[in-house]
């Protein structure tokens, strides 16, 4: 593994509540990002880091927000979880800022609210 | 509006024939794309790229082709084989500063022994 690790692996939670979600990298990789993937949406860009506490919004930013107040870790906040956003989140770093070799996902956590 | 599109969400393929996956763009200003495979309950990992300065990459078993005239990509995996049974994504760099990349929506090849 490219030392990508993401906590909780699953999480039940019910709605209104806060949630965080952690990514954390031994890779020392400047740039990390939070995605989540939904049947029928694929993979969709939340939010993303360009370094300690440089952070930028993606496609599907409301509802979240993001802190990473130090290279390893990235976590991605729900501030009042509600059911649409029942999802697997991916986490992703980057030693470059993307190219044609991508980048290195971690393993997911599955979030349900109920 | 989606900038990369996979519009079959399935392909179901026999041991040892070729797999096609299909993927269209609508910004010809992507200067690479990329494929990646997703088993469940695992992150997705890179497969294959291709520059846009390219027609073809290929690796192994693994071949993208790239119609920029067309504005379409697609994977050839021969011989198919039931360990490539995963969902495949194409993405491309979300701007030309490529801070982030944009995933199409997957398709899921099942290969049948």
């Known amino acids: 593994d490219a030392g990508i690790t993401q906590s909780p692996r699953h999480k039940v939670t019910e709605t209104g509540t806060p949630v965080t979600l952690r990514c954390h990298q031994t890779?020392?990789?400047?740039?990390m990002y939070w995605y989540r993937q939904d049947p029928g949406h694929g993979l969709r860009l939340i939010h993303y880091?360009?370094?300690?506490?440089?952070?930028d919004k993606g496609e599907v930013s409301d509802g979240y927000s993001v802190s990473r107040s130090k290279t390893e870790d990235f976590l991605l906040t729900l501030e009042s979880a509600t059911s649409s956003q029942t999802s697997v989140y991916f986490c992703?770093?980057?030693?470059?800022?993307?190219?044609?070799?991508?980048?290195?996902f971690g393993s997911g956590t599955r979030l349900t609210v109920v | 509006d989606q900038q990369v599109k996979q519009n079959s969400p399935s392909l179901s393929v026999q041991e040892g024939r070729i797999s096609i996956l299909n993927c269209d763009y609508t910004?010809?200003?992507?200067?690479?794309f990329l494929w990646y495979k997703k088993y469940p309950a695992e992150g997705p990992t890179f497969l294959i790229s291709?520059?846009?300065?390219?027609d073809k990459n290929e690796d192994g078993r693994f071949t993208v082709f790239l119609n920029k005239s067309a504005k379409h990509l697609s994977l050839h995996i021969v011989p198919s084989q039931p360990g490539d049974s995963a969902v495949y994504f194409c993405?491309?760099?979300?701007?030309?500063?490529?801070?982030?990349?944009?995933f199409g929506k997957g398709t899921t090849l099942s290969v049948s022994s």
């Open positions: 910004n010809s200003m992507f200067d690479y």
């Open positions: 890779e020392n990789h400047r740039y």
């Open positions: 880091s360009y370094g300690v506490k440089d952070t």
């Open positions: 291709i520059s846009s300065i390219k």
């Open positions: 993405a491309a760099p979300v701007n030309q500063a490529g801070t982030a990349l944009i």
């Open positions: 992703a770093i980057s030693e470059i800022q993307v190219s044609n070799y991508g980048y290195t």
